[in-house]
């Protein structure tokens, strides 16, 4: 049941899929090239906490949670505190020996009406987060949004649904190059606009919570699950453009920046050799990254998309499509997990679709009991990595890529002994190495996420954090874990961090 599956699929990794130990390997950062990044991040809503203090406003993701919508009932009102806590946070960073720091502006709580007049307050801490994180030598890696419009624009026009919204992400934006452009050398203006567009617009399962009935997974009291997911990514890529081009044409050459997008990747291999399965992988994706691969590369949207989605597909005019095409200098990817696909044809309705039965593709399934499912995430897949950065390599020109989140999700404990983390972030730089080694114009790594934050659909029941936070202390302290100890005598040039060569099954191996 491929619509099923997305609750724990098609947006986030499960808890407890990893890579056993087995010294057969070392690394270090010399092993990649001299100017490579190594980094790890967080964002905004997630990290920050302070979420009603010095002139924030809500976002649509205050309002998600303060009704109930997580599975632990949580909201990320306090969080990790960085707000609070920032300079402690940068100087961790520093002792850990990142090159640079991923993070996301809350729009909120820069500008709280959406548009129009500054936060003071607001202006004041991004300057001091990027000021301290200099002063240490430590890069900032800006993420413009990251899931977290400011309630009252979602309110006024329906947010993402309206291309309003292309005004005022370019106007916000431009205030975002002003006051911080001049010491920000890399922004991405989305983060995993796929994954946004799918689940707040599909399955309802994350904010505003939009989904019509069969397909989502919540009760949503608005939206059109047929319809609604390609309108709101149309109009996304359209506001990435736009902004794009302002920075080229208004502060690139003073500032000196470069400007891209980060895309939700998972790796896809068939379940069997079945042509059948085959084809539908290769329809996968299409829909998961040519989505959006192909606009910024190529122009337009992928052919099998415009034939499976017909006119509910949105067209680029002439001048929206050379907008959007080459607008770009880089393009991030998040990639977590390999999936098996399986051919899906038959179960599809004819009448009317979803995004996931028009990809006309399932993820494979362990089990077929009745009520009782879990999706076929592959085990011991750092090869994943390897496949989907030499998949965007050969299919869309090698454009330069970021691997701007990586990270393996544990039940949260107070646990510092996190092997199996360890295990699993050594494999995938062993695959990530030899895609760059075969040609992959990958530029940097960011390990997912820095400290425990509060983890959208998990909530604090789950964490993939370098650094322990203990949420049932009022001080939040920070503890390093294994996997600290492990990156920062990695990117320290120390050896001694083993992995296991997997074994790669016919099917799981091919080419595309």
């Known amino acids: ?90 100087k961790l960073m520093h002792d850990m020996g990142l090159d640079a720091y991923r993070f996301s502006i809350s729009w909120s709580r820069l500008i709280p009406g959406g548009r ?7 202006l004041l801490y991004y300057n001091n987060l990027i000021n301290e994180l200099l002063k240490y030598g430590i890069q900032p890696h800006v993420t413009l949004h990251h899931f977290d419009l400011p309630q009252v624009l979602e309110d ?7 291309e309003s919204i292309v005004r005022d992400f370019t106007m916000y934006s431009d205030i975002c190059f002003r006051e911080f452009g001049d010491r920000v050398p890399y922004w991405s203006t989305l983060n995993e606009p796929n994954a946004f567009s799918m689940g707040a617009y599909d399955k309802g399962i994350l904010p505003p919570q939009h989904c019509s009935s069969p397909y989502g997974l919540r009760n949503c009291s608005v939206g059109n699950s047929s319809t609604e997911p390609y309108i709101v990514t149309h109009n996304q890529l359209l506001a990435h453009a736009s902004v794009v081009k302002l920075y080229k044409q208004k502060y690139k050459s003073k500032q000196q920046g470069q400007i891209g997008l980060t895309i939700l990747a998972y790796w896809f291999v068939p379940k069997t050799n079945r042509t059948e399965d085959v084809a539908a992988t290769q329809r996968a994706l299409d829909f998961m990254h040519g989505w959006f691969f192909n606009p910024l590369v190529f122009g337009d949207y992928p052919d099998t998309m415009k034939e499976n989605v017909g006119p509910r597909l949105p067209s680029f005019s002439k001048r929206q499509s050379a907008l959007v095409k080459g607008s770009f200098d880089f393009i991030g990817i998040n990639h977590y997990v390999t999936m098996a696909i399986s051919d899906d044809w038959q179960s599809a309705r004819n009448d009317t679709r979803d995004y996931m ?35 965007i390599k050969t299919s869309y020109r090698n454009p330069p890529i970021f691997v701007h989140e990586n990270g393996y999700a544990m039940p949260y404990a107070l646990n510092l002994n996190d092997t199996e983390r360890v295990n699993y972030l050594n494999g995938y730089l062993e695959y990530l190495l030899r895609a760059v080694r075969n040609g992959s114009d990958t ?30 202390d009022k001080e939040l302290h920070r503890h390093a874990r294994l996997s600290a100890r492990w990156y920062s005598d990695f990117l320290n040039k120390k050896s001694g961090w083993y992995i296991e060569e997997p074994a790669i099954s016919e099917s799981q191996s091919a080419k595309y």
Request: zero cysteines; glycine letters at 10%.
């Open 1 to 90: 049941m491929g619509s099923i599956s997305l609750l724990l699929t098609l947006l986030f990794t499960l808890v407890g899929v990893g890579v056993l130990a087995n010294k057969t390997h070392q690394l270090n950062r010399n092993d990649f090239p001299r100017d490579f990044v190594f980094g790890a991040g967080a964002s905004a809503y997630q990290v920050e906490g302070a979420a009603a203090e010095d002139g924030r406003s809500p976002s649509i993701w205050d309002t998600f949670t303060h009704a109930g919508k997580m599975l632990d009932n949580s909201t990320a009102d306090v969080s990790a505190d960085q707000y609070h806590k920032y300079k402690e946070d940068v």
């Open 116 to 122: 129009g007049a500054v936060n003071p307050r607001g």
């Open 156 to 162: 006024e026009y329906g947010g993402w649904l309206s």
């Open 357 to 391: 039965e028009d990809m006309l593709a399932s993820f494979a399934s362990n089990s077929t009991s009745s009520g009782s499912w879990l999706p076929l995430l592959l085990p011991n897949t750092p090869w994943g990595m390897q496949g989907v950065l030499e998949y």
């Open 443 to 472: 530029k940097g790594y960011f390990i997912w996420s820095f400290l425990d934050v509060f983890e959208v659909l998990y909530g604090f029941k789950a964490t993939y954090g370098l650094y322990e936070v203990n949420f049932n």
